[in-house]
DNA sequence: TACTAATATAAGGTTGACCCAAAAACCGGG
DNA sequence: CCCGGTTTTTGGGTCAACCTTATATTAGTA
């Protein structure tokens, strides 16, 4: 007998499964695979050790979702990792976009005690410094990714969501931070990116980092 | 590719090796394998494999002693532990003797910026809140185990060095914690356990656990 | 010196988390 | 309704870290 419950990589499984469950239902284990950087196969294998302990379902060529004690525990996970990440962004003075691959590594180290106490000494955040949500679940009032803003209309932007280095890091670069608000032009012909007014200025993005990026609508229309 | 480095297993080992290279040079394998919880034969293993990496060298029959590289990496994991330990009694207020558990598993997902950060953070702190020197090597002036305490000589606890959560939760219930001053009145005969002198009343300890708690002499002979 | 207890090695197993290559099952478009 | 591309399964490997049960080696002591 090793560690008590399961391992890092039973975690990241979990984790990824429920960052991918918000899109489509069903999720294609190709796509956690992909996300994960582990062969289908191997990906395939996990899915039904952890569908063996009721974590997940697995319908065959259709895809995974998670069960409710499987949900419950990437909860768990998610809600460690953006506990971190405020540490390591408002205490600690990290950089926006490092927080995230350290905070990776904490999650799965961190006790339900240590959870708890870290919880009470930021002051109970509701958000990640990515503007990811900390408690309950998502929800939220008419939260939506920028991708699907109308042109002329204007919103806040407040979380990032399927989060990566690379992309945090661009979008830190644009200064596109949560609490910005934004104003979309136009869209670029042929794929092309947003064009987007900010308050520091004009900003283009391309639509598929604008998917991750989410946003809360203030006015559909220019004002 | 998997971490980068190499994993929590050697760290404990390593750091293991390092607690245990105080007390006499080449320490046997058996007494690693026994503090690590594991069988001398894997303990062996792990040994040869460390031992290749040339973070340690063994000699047979003897035991193993730390390379200067191995050394610099033990410590490195026991600076992380101690940091964490600050962190996690003084910031987040869990009990003293719990510390220690949930830092072990810290001390392994700890980046190097994320322990520079954490160190500035706690304003450098020069040891862990069980005495223990965080910064240079142990070192200290005049340090040495209660159990070679003279009778009638009084001094003041520093350090519980080879930590464990049984013992640091009885040192706790006695109120026996770094700083503490205590003035040993005798040894009871047959091995028996010592009878302190202190501030908050007398107080009797085995001499197994007197052996891991640490002091700086003040006087040798009643005042 | 010869013997015993400690130490080391050898041999063979297990488990978790990966990999590849190839075969089989499936789904949807033409 | 059939064919091609995606998905899954099958079979066979690797590697790290463990395990047990022997068998050898050695150090220290009687």
């Given amino acids: 007998m090793k560690h008590d419950s399961f391992h890092e990589s039973a975690e990241m499984y ?12 069903p999720t294609p284990i190709s796509t956690l695979a992909g996300r994960l950087g582990v062969s289908a196969v191997s990906a395939t294998e996990m899915v039904h050790r952890l569908a063996e302990q009721g974590l997940l379902a697995h319908q065959p060529y259709r895809g995974i979702s998670l069960t409710e004690t499987g949900q419950q525990l990437a909860d768990e996970v998610v809600r460690r990792h953006r506990l971190w990440e405020c540490f390591l962004y408002e205490r600690l003075g990290l950089p926006w976009h490092e927080v995230h691959d350290h905070a990776c ?119």
């Fill in 14 to 25: 979990l984790k990824t499964a429920s960052e991918l469950a918000g899109c489509n239902a």
């Fill in 105 to 223: 590594r904490l999650e799965h180290a961190t006790t339900p005690a240590v959870t708890e106490a870290l919880d009470a000494f930021l002051g109970h955040p509701v958000a990640c410094p990515h503007g990811n949500p900390i408690c309950g679940r998502a929800g939220a009032p008419a939260e939506r990714p920028l991708s699907e803003l109308p042109v002329g209309g204007t919103a806040v932007l407040v979380r990032v969501h399927p989060e990566s280095e690379s992309l945090l890091c661009y979008l830190a670069e644009l200064d596109l931070l949560p609490g910005r608000r934004v104003t979309l032009r136009e869209i670029a012909p042929y794929q092309g990116p947003l064009v987007l007014l900010t308050d520091v200025g004009v900003r283009y993005i391309g639509r598929e980092a604008a998917a991750h990026v989410h946003i809360r609508l203030l006015t559909e229309d220019p004002a």
